[in-house]
């Protein structure tokens, strides 16, 4: 039987009752917002993902440079890329690519004094491990394009002037080769980026109103509400973007389909920064903006798409034997994901400087969160390669 007291206070009870819930329905939700926030930073921090490697190619196609740092700028990283081999055809100067000539593989670089004005580049032609056959040439990283004549070239239909190198050099490479090659250096130019959803549109009337001399905050407007930025980015001999970014865990998983015993070589797929500590493979996918210390935003624009330089054994420069030799077609099983190129396995993806950032020293063992992930997939759009 309740007693007097307890009946009462049951009456109590149920009177303030609405009132609990009001006051819970109002300061729990912000409380948990406040928490949350206050929490966010720390969460950030302990699920971070790092740079794991970081890449330079000063010749493109040439075994890469594995460095500490690297200085980044809008058009890659500084010394990546900005020298070409060129085929020469009875058509004409072609560029090479391992796809095309695997032997590229066994030209190992070496660069020695990244940051000076006279650092040097070192190319040591392996032989395909014929070791009396073995030799190196010494090249400027960065010529006197004073001393250079220029030249015109189209890089995946993309075209720029570029600095043909002394012809002591490609004499060295001919030899190395077999046949007759050419080695250019890009200079001050740089080529277009041809993705079709990165190109600067015709301004509407509202973007040439916003764009008009008007306050800096006008433009944040104009940006914020999705009006393109004004300038197109631009690109040394790198195929089709400034940085190329993967995950150390889609990596593992590659190395997963290969027999045992087997990990997959990172630097077959080229990339220019690998990050670790992903949770899941292929969560690259949809990451639409890296930040690098909290503070250097990466720009995921778009994926790249393979061929079968994945399958080039780098001992022998030869295309692979066995199934090391088939992970292109392991890639296609479930790696064809981009509608833009249908055929191709998709593996890392093609990235940006955030616009308006300057040159930024990037390091191994930087801090990278995923600031933006992308509602879909992107869409492969570089009109002519796929
Ligand atoms: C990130 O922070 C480290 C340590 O302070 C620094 O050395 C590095 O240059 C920074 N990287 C970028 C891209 O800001």
């Known amino acids: 039987m309740p007693s007097e007291w307890d009946k009462e206070r049951k009456f109590e009870i149920e009177k303030v009752h609405p009132m ?48 500490k740092e690297a200085l980044g700028t809008a058009h890659g990283f500084k010394h990546d890329r900005t020298f070409m081999l060129l085929r020469i055809t009875p058509e004409g100067p072609v560029p090479m690519a391992v796809s095309k000539q695997p032997e590229m593989t066994q030209f190992l670089q070496e660069i020695h004094g990244y940051n000076d004005a006279d650092g040097s580049l070192r190319v040591t032609f392996r032989a395909f491990g014929n070791a009396e056959a073995e030799k190196s040439l010494t090249i400027p990283l960065t010529p006197d394009p004073s001393s250079l004549e220029a030249t015109e070239i189209t890089l995946h239909s993309s075209a720029t002037r570029a600095l043909q190198m002394p012809q002591s050099y490609n004499d060295w490479f001919t030899s190395c080769f077999g046949y007759a090659v050419q080695l250019i250096y890009i200079g001050a130019h740089t080529r277009a980026v041809l993705f079709d959803d990165m190109q600067p549109r015709e301004p509407s009337p509202l973007t040439r ?59 077959k797929f080229r990339p220019n920064i690998v990050v670790q500590g992903a949770l899941d493979a292929y969560q690259e996918d949809y990451w639409g903006v890296l930040s690098i210390n909290n503070s250097l935003d990466v720009v995921l624009a778009h994926n790249c798409v393979r061929c079968a330089s994945v399958n080039v054994d780098y001992e022998t420069g030869r295309p692979g034997k066995g199934e090391l030799g088939d992970v292109l077609k392991k890639l296609q099983e479930d790696r064809r994901i981009d509608v833009g190129a249908r055929w191709s396995p998709v593996f890392g993806r093609y990235s940006f400087w955030g616009v308006g950032r300057g040159d930024e020293v990037v390091r191994v063992g930087d801090r990278v969160n995923v600031k933006k992930v992308n509602d879909g997939l992107s869409i492969f759009s570089w009109p002519g390669l796929s």
């Open 20 to 67: 609990y819930l009001i006051t819970a329905l109002c300061v729990v939700p912000f409380g948990v917002y406040f928490l949350l926030n206050f929490l966010s930073p720390l969460i950030h921090r302990l699920t971070a993902m790092t740079i794991s490697e970081i890449y330079v190619y000063p010749i493109k196609s040439l075994r890469g440079v594995k460095v």
């Open 209 to 267: 109103f916003l764009r008009a001399p008007l306050p800096f905050t006008t433009r944040s407007i104009a940006s914020a509400i999705g009006l393109r930025p004004t300038s197109p980015q631009r690109i040394a001999f790198a195929d089709c973007a400034p940085f190329l970014v993967v995950s150390q865990t889609s990596v593992d998983d590659v190395s997963s389909r290969l027999p045992a015993g087997h990990a997959m070589d990172v630097t």
